[in-house]
């Protein structure tokens, strides 16, 4: 499974999507949190493998995704 982010401008006009992560699919992953921080969207998702499960970030400035 793929967390991706696009910028929608108020007129519905789609930006290009960008992928964030991959992650397993299934009920451990959970749902994608996203937080708008002044500037920057926070992104929270839970990363879960056979192996170990943990809670990544990434934060990612909005000027980055406007200018798409």
């Known amino acids: 499974?793929?967390?991706r982010i696009r910028?929608?401008?108020s007129n519905?006009?789609?930006a290009p999507s960008n992928l964030v992560a991959?992650?397993?699919a299934g009920l451990m992953s959970g749902f994608t949190?996203?937080?708008l921080r002044g500037n920057e969207v926070?992104?929270?998702?839970?990363?879960a493998n056979?192996?170990?499960t943990a809670v990544r970030t990434a934060v990612i400035g909005v000027e980055g995704l406007?200018?798409?």
């Open 1 to 3: 499974r793929e967390v």
């Open 7 to 9: 910028h929608v401008a």
């Open 12 to 14: 519905g006009r789609l």
């Open 22 to 24: 991959t992650t397993a």
């Open 33 to 35: 949190q996203i937080l």
């Open 42 to 47: 926070v992104i929270a998702w839970t990363d």
């Open 50 to 52: 056979d192996e170990e």
């Open 66 to 68: 406007i200018g798409q």
